[in-house]
């Protein structure tokens, strides 16, 4: 509308110079004016505006953090550093922001002045010319004088900001076009059959892992054989590796040499919709989206209410959600909030459950859960589990001491692989002395469960 506004009033005010060339002679010049002013105005804003993005980041960052460390900041009593740090980032802020609406104060006073001159010079040649313009013409160029000029002004406003706000649409196109995608979700002509993974064994030969091109590998060149049905324990120190294989698993980042086989079918050749739709993961973390329980087991509504609530009684959270008011659609906020760390970690079991997948996969998944909670888990990885394939990615040895063999990281190299009891006997090898670690009444006790 603006536009549509702004261009009649040019052709209008152009057809009127045209007949009357003699009012063009003082715009020429001041339009070259108005020209170099819109030079200036767009370069500042343009820089401005990239200045205030830079320095709201870290604001809205710090201010996210502020908030999810409330309570630990107030335990602390470092409420008056985390204020001054909002000041100092808010101002660094609001720096650029002033001088955003500064400078278009600046266009706006020179806009004006220049506006000023312009009408009182073509009302000169007006007032020279009386005798031979029509007093209805001469109304008719002030008066669109005044539009046209009051309409290059907001053109000169609007055109920078349409330039500014292009950059959101220049990062989008980035984000659709230049990054980097993940490979296809399904390959056709390599899809796996419906019952893949049948038994479930994997096969992982020199596989080398690094998390981006150019920083050094995590894993150097691993191999092992796991049999279909065996449950395997991944323990190592902090940093050795242990969620960098489960990475590899669901090709989160490909493998930079080597490869693994499931099944015989090597996973880097299959889309990855198929691959992590066969297996199933217990995250440590457990991961719920806002929804409900029935969308949270079942994301993509391949089960009937029979099958969620057989998978929530297995997982123990069937009275809990049969005693919601609103059963399998109770809501589920961002995150899982209202429900406990380890509810959320049985609604994720349950969508373990739910998949029947031959390989499951646990990043310590019983390390932020009470007794009961553990207990539920350990019976459920035992008795639902049974025939699958576990890895189990832990910390806590209790947890993993009576699985069938312990693959021990250290520095992204498998540094022993065998059965607990065998592993316990080499007094020299890494386990060992991990068990050591854990204090002599404890060794004693994990040595008493191995098989
Ligand atoms: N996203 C990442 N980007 C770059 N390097 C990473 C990333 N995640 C992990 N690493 C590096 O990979 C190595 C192995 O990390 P990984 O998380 O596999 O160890 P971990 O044994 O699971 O450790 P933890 O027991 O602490 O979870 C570490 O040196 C770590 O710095």
């Avoid at 170099?36 to 993005?53: H, N």
């Avoid at 995590?218 to 902090?238: D, N, P, Q």
């Avoid at 993993?400 to 498998?414: H, K, P, Q």
């Amino acid at each position: 509308m603006l536009l549509l506004m702004l261009a009649i009033s040019v052709a209008v005010f152009i057809m009127i110079c045209v007949v009357f060339p003699v009012f063009l002679a003082p715009l020429v010049p001041l339009l070259g004016l108005y020209y170099f002013l819109q030079l200036f105005y767009r370069a500042s804003t343009r820089e401005l505006k990239r200045i205030e993005s830079i320095t709201r980041s870290p604001l809205l960052a710090h201010f996210t953090e502020t908030l999810n460390g409330l309570a630990t900041i107030r335990a602390y009593r470092v409420e008056a550093r985390f204020a001054r740090d909002n000041r100092r980032l808010m101002d660094a802020t609001n720096r650029s922001y002033y001088l955003i609406f500064a400078v278009q104060r600046w266009l706006g006073t020179n806009a004006s002045t220049l506006t000023n001159v312009l009408t009182f010079l073509v009302s000169l040649v007006i007032i020279s010319y009386r005798a031979t313009t029509d007093p209805g013409i001469a109304g008719l160029i002030m008066s669109y004088l005044l539009q046209v000029i009051a309409m290059l002004n907001l053109t000169i406003r609007y055109a920078s900001e349409l330039e500014v706000n292009m950059n959101a649409v220049e990062r989008l196109q980035y984000y659709a076009e230049e990054l980097e995608q993940e490979a296809p979700a399904v390959i056709e002509k390599t899809r796996p059959d419906k019952q893949w993974p049948a038994t479930g064994s994997i096969e992982i030969d020199q596989l080398h892992l690094a998390y981006r091109k150019g920083l050094p590998d995590v894993l150097h060149g691993i191999s092992a054989s796991i049999r279909g049905g065996e449950k395997i324990g991944i323990v190592g120190r902090t940093g050795a590796g242990k969620s960098s294989i489960m990475v590899a698993l669901f090709r989160l980042v490909e493998a930079s040499k080597g490869s693994i086989a499931i099944d015989g079918v090597d996973i880097a050749s299959i889309g990855l919709a198929d691959l992590r739709s066969r297996m199933s993961i217990i995250p440590q973390d457990p991961t719920l989206f806002h929804g409900t329980v029935r969308s949270n087991l079942d994301p993509f509504g391949h089960h009937d209410d029979h099958a969620l609530w057989d998978a929530l009684e297995r997982a123990g959270m069937k009275e809990y959600v049969a005693g919601l008011p609103a059963g399998l659609d109770a809501e589920i906020t961002e995150g899982g909030e209202n429900l406990s760390a380890g509810q959320r970690q049985l609604v994720c079991l349950a969508r373990a459950m739910l998949v029947n997948a031959r390989i499951i996969v646990m990043d310590e998944a019983t390390a932020s859960v009470d007794m009961r909670t553990d207990a539920l888990l350990q019976k459920a990885i035992r008795e639902d589990f049974a025939g699958c394939t576990i890895l189990t990615i832990a910390h806590r040895l209790n947890t993993v001491i009576d699985y069938d063999r312990i693959m021990v990281l250290d520095a992204g190299e498998i540094r022993e692989f065998d059965s607990p009891r065998r592993l316990l006997e080499n007094t020299d090898g890494i386990f060992h002395s991990m068990v050591a670690e854990t204090g002599p009444a404890n060794a004693a006790y994990l040595a008493s469960l191995v098989r």
